[in-house]
């Protein structure tokens, strides 16, 4: 008796008979009739079977086939032998043909099924838990991976946009379907059904009644199996360089994501590095509650500030590094008016994010073709995601997404003077915005507005040299500002460039087995200085 392995895989196959069960019913109808028209015999489900009746067209019901009722309220329709084995026979064993003459199976030679819609229904506000549950294709995604499995004489379409090529096929094809197909399609079916089982994981592991039973006060371990499926929005004109190709997707049944819900009112099309940067502003935008204003350039803040309006916190955030805000990505944390607008429109701008824009910002704005402007609701990736994945060669490192402690109740004052509430909130502000900046970071600010900002270098004294120098350059002066550090100084050398410059409040992790020299040389400038307790790289 034959093996399956040492069948060999046939070139063309006739599609003489097709098994329809779809929600999205996009191009169905067209579908079936070019189908019908090759002479294919059309075997169909419930809503689907309707959907074909209606147009005239004949087609068999799946419990004339099986001799079973549809059951359950749907949920037991095409589970059944008489249609997995007419998908997963192999027509040319012997045993198989013989099977299925045994028990009248007939075969069934292209499937066409789309899953119930779990994504789109977990993105509805207010579903429910059993909502969710109840729309877990169970048949669908059996169909898919049989047909998949037995591409060698089984096409499978998975999605109405597979249509178009499929009928032009099997029309020059008289009625049959290439091998190349059978396997393009077979690797689409296998990506589909992953794609749907990842977005239920997803959901699922984010929702309370799911959640590992852990000790008071404790984390929940780490999954064994991280599974996520990413999915095409669009594809970017190139990547980080013209050379690379470049994608944006996003998570298969995530609640939101960069894009989502973002609606771009004027300018080009948004770049791969303009994703990236905007990504990094709106980061930073959701640290602040206040008027306010982020510049990000290559991923690190350039300027950052709050104020008693918008137009007065843009201005403080530009004041920052005026040089380096060229070209930057600007997120603002309230809708822009007509005088924050003329402020930006003196500046070459990529990108503007805010909640909104008043009719006369609008009308400044788009006075300025090239300047993409973005309009979006930054309350909706407040918490969205929980672990930071980075790949690597291979794999991914995972871990909890960092988080700011701004509680200064929780932070120990190291120095002999003790911060004023002025210095507190200034202190406050620069750390954090100081952990959105790439390690090593230093941080200088007053008055709710960055003043110089030392990021990626590899000495933390060189990040707080670069911070005083671009302070210097753009004419502020740094008399009584705060400084943050991502890490404690391991040596008084970097903490020292800051009181030099005038710095006299001073934040950051500490834990040096040096601290002692730290705390005195901010003793010996009357600065005061606190501890965190928590580090902050980002690298």
Not at 75 to 101: E, N, S, Y
Not at 135 to 156: E, F, M, Q, T
Request: glycine share 10%; proline share 4%; hydrophobic share 45%.
């Amino acid at each position: 008796m034959l093996d399956p392995l040492d069948v060999p895989t046939p070139d063309r196959v006739p599609v003489r008979r097709a098994l329809l069960s779809v929600s999205d019913k996009s191009g169905l109808v067209d579908l079936a009739r070019a189908l019908h028209d090759a002479g294919t015999e059309l075997v169909s489900t419930g809503g689907t079977l309707a959907a074909l009746a209606a147009e005239g067209l004949p087609v068999i019901g799946v419990e004339d086939v099986t001799g079973f009722p549809e059951m359950m309220d749907g949920r037991v329709k095409t589970l059944h032998p008489r249609l997995f084995a007419g998908i997963l026979g192999v027509r040319d064993i012997d045993a198989h043909a013989q099977a299925a003459d045994l028990h009248e199976i007939g075969w069934i030679d292209l499937v066409v099924v789309n899953l119930y819609p779990f994504e789109a229904t977990i993105a509805r506000d207010g579903v429910t838990l059993a909502e969710a549950i109840e729309n877990i294709d169970i048949g669908g995604p059996s169909l898919i991976r049989a047909a998949a499995k037995n591409h060698g004489y089984v096409g499978i379409l998975t999605d109405p946009t597979q249509y178009g090529d499929v009928v032009a096929e099997l029309r020059d094809g008289d009625g049959t379907l290439g091998l190349d197909t059978r396997r393009r399609l077979a690797l689409q079916a296998y990506a589909t059904t992953a794609r749907y089982d990842a977005a239920i994981s997803a959901h699922l592991g984010e929702q309370p009644e799911f959640a590992p039973d852990v000790a008071d006060g404790a984390p929940a371990a780490f999954p064994d199996d991280l599974t996520q499926a990413l999915v095409k929005e669009r594809d970017l004109r190139y990547g980080e360089n013209p050379h690379q190709r470049g994608a944006y997707y996003r998570r298969a049944g995530g609640r939101a994501h960069l894009l989502g819900g973002v609606d771009q009112l004027h300018g080009k099309e948004l770049s791969y590095n303009n994703l990236l940067d905007l990504d990094a502003a709106r980061a930073m935008a959701r640290e602040l509650d206040e008027p306010g204003c982020v510049i990000v350039k290559h991923n690190n803040p350039c300027g950052a500030a709050i104020g008693d309006d918008l137009a007065s916190a843009y201005a403080k955030a530009f004041a920052c590094d005026p040089v380096s805000a060229f070209g930057g990505i600007i997120a603002l944390t309230r809708t822009v008016d007509a005088a924050t607008a003329r402020g930006l429109s003196q500046q070459f701008v990529e990108v503007v994010f805010a909640p909104g824009y008043d009719d006369d910002a609008l009308e400044i704005l788009t006075g300025k073709p090239n300047v993409r402007l973005l309009r979006g609701d930054e309350a909706a990736l407040r918490g969205l995601e929980s672990l930071d994945v980075r790949p690597v060669v291979g794999g991914a490192l995972v871990q909890d997404r960092d988080a700011v402690v701004v509680d200064r109740d929780g932070m120990t004052v190291a120095t002999a003077a003790t911060p004023t509430d002025d210095q507190w909130r200034d202190m406050l502000f620069a750390w954090r915005i100081m952990r959105h900046v790439k390690s090593n970071a230093i941080v200088y600010a007053r008055d709710g507005a960055t003043l110089g900002i030392g990021a990626g270098q590899m000495s933390r004294v060189d990040s707080a040299r670069i911070a005083v120098a671009k302070a210097a350059e753009h004419g502020l002066d740094l008399t009584g500002a705060a400084m943050a550090s991502d890490a404690f100084f391991p040596f008084a050398d970097g903490l020292q460039i800051g009181l030099d410059a005038g710095v006299r409040a001073v934040i950051q992790p500490g834990g040096s087995v040096r601290d002692d020299e730290v705390i005195a040389a901010a003793d010996a400038a009357g600065a005061a200085m606190a501890f965190t307790g928590r580090r902050h790289f980002r690298h």
